[in-house]
């Protein structure tokens, strides 16, 4: 009985999260900084500002740091 009521979750969840995804709903965490943020940071790097100095100004981790200074890659 209790398997029978885990799947029926499951498929409610599932058929949730679907129709939230067609409605253009964006699922999960939200980013730590905005577009306009991570294009700053990227600038300061390549100015010479340390990682250290980055972290602080932004108030985000080390590795959301090296995380955001990574070359975007084109799922196409």
Do not use: C, W
Request: hydrophobic share 35%; proline share 4%; glycine share 6%.
């Amino acid at each position: 009985m209790a398997e029978f009521e885990l799947d029926l979750r499951h498929e409610r969840q599932s058929e949730g999260i679907a129709k939230a995804k067609a409605k253009g709903i964006r699922l999960g965490r939200p980013n730590a900084l905005s577009t306009e943020q991570v294009l700053v940071l990227r600038e300061k790097r390549e100015q010479g500002s340390s990682i250290s100095e980055l972290m602080k100004e932004f108030s985000v981790s080390r590795s959301t740091v090296y995380n955001l200074l990574q070359p975007v890659e084109n799922p196409n």
